[in-house]
């Protein structure tokens, strides 16, 4: 089975006027996704709405005319006032509905940013990550003549990971990597920055850590996950570079000739982890604070998906110079972000515990973040504008990187062999123990 069709004209599915043309599709989709979204609240309270304006129109109509009238009584010697009352009257009836309509659209405002993007209609419907499907599959699992360690009992046995020092210093779900290991997290960086930018394309770019609550709000982080973001008095810092690199081009207009824009960013990121208590607490895989290589690009609805297609393809090409083994899996209905209308998830192989683990996640969120930060481009035939459509993937998360080279390429004698490619940055064929 598949999510409900949609054509082009749907991508403009969560414009309230499109929602209200579509009940029964977005009732199916939000359905499929397992929200839990009261739709009919949202149209009865847009409903409201539209009734008060239409009344604030047909009394402004009247004022009008009351006010030419009144215009007229004073070169004419007219006694209006019977109607000059009447006009005080509509007057402040009309400034009584229009805060009603602001609160009105107060509130329909508010229950569309709870309403998450809508599947696209390949994306295969299902209730949880149980329900995802694998699409292909990279390189063979790796060999061992010993039972391989995990990641953090490789690190720690090397001294290159240090958790204890760094749970003193912060707390739970950080980390300090020594010599070797500082080296190898910045030379994953410096090597994912020289492919995207060399051989695949992208413009880097360096932005800000933190952001304000617009940019959280354009790129669907707010209002829905507040909880899990870190907060100072005024900004946020940010979960993935996504947020700042979007956010580049909010409420600007792109040239059309100009699409896809591709940008590639590191940024440290940082998220509470709310809902993933007891989960991962050991190791790298799922930190309060981690670095990670991000990929955006700003594209033509008329082949964003062509899109989704070559960025999942420049993220693949990292694990594949590292000589990781993976697997694309594509997210279920039930499985999907909040933004996304289709993803991807590579999922690289951690031997010592037998199981593939999210390495990125490659998104199309269509005009959902568009239309949120107003982000739009002008066609370059017809010159009208329209939302672009955004995407993004993470090119990749460099601790859990990190974490694959150290149980992937282990050796039985505790040291660690170092990828070819990444031997030129690191100027080692090997970490060994430090000392």
């Known amino acids: 089975m598949t999510a409900p069709c949609r054509s082009d004209k749907d991508q403009d599915m969560l414009d309230m006027k499109i929602i209200r043309q579509n009940v029964d599709k977005v ?9 839990v979204v009261n739709l009919d609240e949202l149209l009865d309270a847009d409903a409201r709405r539209r009734a008060l304006i239409q009344e604030a129109d047909e009394l402004k109509a009247r004022r009008n005319q009351f006010s030419a009238l009144i215009a007229r009584s004073k070169t004419e010697g007219l006694d209006l006032e019977k109607e000059k009352s009447e006009m005080r009257a509509i007057s402040e009836r009309i400034k009584a509905i229009d805060e009603q ?31 995802n499907q694998v699409v292909r599959v990279w390189g063979e699992k790796p060999e061992f003549s010993f039972a391989p360690k995990d990641h953090w009992d490789v690190g720690e046995g090397l001294s290159i990971l240090d958790f204890k020092r760094a749970a003193k210093i912060t707390g739970a779900r950080f980390a300090v990597n020594w010599g070797q290991g500082a080296l190898l997290e910045r030379a994953l960086i410096n090597f994912m920055l020289d492919v995207h930018t060399r051989d695949h394309g992208y413009t880097e770019v360096l932005t800000p850590f933190m952001v304000n609550r617009e940019s959280m709000t354009a790129t669907g982080q707010l209002p829905k996950f507040e909880e899990d973001l870190f907060a100072t008095d005024d900004y946020f810092l940010i979960p993935t570079a996504e947020v700042p690199v979007t956010n580049l081009y909010r409420s600007e207009t792109l040239e059309g000739g100009d699409l ?19 989960k991962d607490t050991r190791g790298l895989i799922r930190q309060h604070q981690f670095n990670k290589v991000e990929l955006v690009r700003f594209a033509d609805p008329s082949r964003s998906f062509e899109d989704l297609e070559e960025l999942t393809g420049d993220a693949e090409d990292i694990l594949r110079r590292l000589g990781l083994h993976y697997r694309v899996v594509v997210l279920c209905t039930g499985d999907l972000g909040f933004s996304s209308a289709k993803t991807y998830d590579l999922e690289v192989w951690m031997p010592a515990q037998g199981v593939y683990r999210e390495i990125s996640s490659c998104s199309n969120f269509v005009d959902f973040q568009a239309r949120r930060g107003q982000i739009r481009y002008r066609d370059k035939e017809t010159k009208k504008t329209d939302y ?46 430090i000392g």
């Open 101 to 131: 309509i602001r609160q009105a659209d107060e509130t329909v405002n508010r229950s569309l940013l709870e309403i998450p993007n809508i599947p696209h209609e390949s994306v295969p419907v299902g209730k949880d990550a149980q329900d």
């Open 27 to 35: 009732k199916n989709a939000l359905q499929n996704r397992g929200s």
């Open 260 to 278: 896809p824009v591709k940008l590639v960013a590191y940024t440290p990121c940082f998220r509470r982890e709310a809902g993933s208590y007891g």
């Open 388 to 433: 672009c459509h955004t995407l993004n993937g993470s090119g990749l998360a460099v601790g859990r990187t990190l974490a694959a080279i150290l149980e992937n390429y282990q050796q039985r004698d505790g040291t660690v062999e170092i990828p070819e490619v990444l031997r030129s940055y690191m100027r080692l064929d090997l970490i060994s123990p």
